[in-house]
């Protein structure tokens, strides 16, 4: 175990490197991601998070832009999270 903490950005870009994706994960696209997986644990249950985060994943491989993906999803889990507390 390393003496210092790895800060988050060094995570994510040494994670990047190390899995061989060429995705930058800026400052912008951390904070969507994060707060994608706070709605979706917030209105789902906690697991829902890193599937949830998964997906968008797949989804932006798949050509859609994070912002529009995550904000898909944050919507679909802001009206399930909503119909369940009705």
């Known amino acids: 175990m390393s003496e210092e903490p790895v800060g988050l950005q060094q995570w994510v870009d040494t994670l990047g490197a190390h899995l061989g994706t060429d995705y930058q994960i800026d400052e912008e696209s951390m904070h969507i991601l994060l707060d994608l997986a706070?709605?979706?644990a917030h209105e789902i249950v906690r697991p829902a998070a890193p599937l949830t985060a998964f997906l968008v994943g797949v989804a932006v491989g798949r050509g859609q832009s994070l912002g529009s993906a995550a904000a898909r999803a944050?919507?679909?889990?802001?009206?399930?999270?909503?119909?369940?507390?009705?």
């Open 38 to 40: 706070r709605d979706a």
């Open 74 to 86: 944050t919507e679909l889990a802001q009206s399930l999270g909503e119909a369940a507390d009705a």
